[in-house]
C-alpha cells in the first residue's frame, strides 16, 4: 500500500470511529413545543450530549430530561428542553424561557438526577437554525 492511500484509509478508520463514539455519547430528539423561544423553537432537531456519571449541568445549560408529561396536557412519558436553573434539595430545577408556554419545574416540580438525559449542544435542523449553543 503506498504510503498517501494508508493515510487516507487511516483519516477514514479515525472519523468513523469519531462518529461512533460520538453517537455513543449523545442522541437526536426534536424539540417540542415553544417553551424555549427564542433558544430553540418548536421542530428543531437537537444534538443533546448525555450525562455519564456524576455529570450535572451547569446554571444556564439547555438539558434535556424525561418526564412523565400528563400534568402538562401530553399522554404518558416525553423528552422535555429547559434551561437549567438551581438545585433545590437535591433536585434540578427547570425554566423555558418562553415562560407563558412552558410546562417546566413550575408546573412539573424539580428533577431527580435519573431524569435528567443531557445537555443540548448543537441544532443540526433546519439548516437556516444550525448552530451551536
Same mark, same amino acid.
Given at each position: ?98 415562560? =407563558? ?31 451551536? =449553543?
Amino acid at each position: 500500500m503506498k504510503p498517501l492511500q494508508a493515510l487516507g484509509m487511516a483519516l477514514v478508520v479515525l472519523l468513523v470511529a469519531a462518529i461512533v463514539i460520538f453517537f455513543a455519547f449523545a442522541e437526536a430528539y426534536q424539540v417540542p413545543g415553544n417553551s424555549m423561544s427564542p433558544s430553540l423553537k418548536r421542530g428543531d432537531r437537537i444534538l443533546v450530549a448525555k450525562f455519564v456519571g456524576p455529570i450535572k449541568p451547569d446554571r444556564g445549560d439547555i438539558v434535556a430530561y424525561n418526564v412523565s408529561a400528563i400534568r402538562c396536557g401530553s399522554p404518558g412519558a416525553a423528552v422535555f428542553v429547559h434551561r437549567f436553573v438551581r438545585r433545590r434539595s437535591g433536585r434540578f430545577v427547570m425554566r423555558g424561557d418562553n415562560r =407563558r408556554q412552558s410546562c417546566d419545574s413550575r408546573v412539573l416540580g424539580a428533577m431527580p438526577r435519573d431524569a435528567l438525559i443531557g445537555q443540548v449542544v448543537a441544532v443540526y435542523w433546519p439548516p437556516s437554525r444550525w448552530g451551536f =449553543r
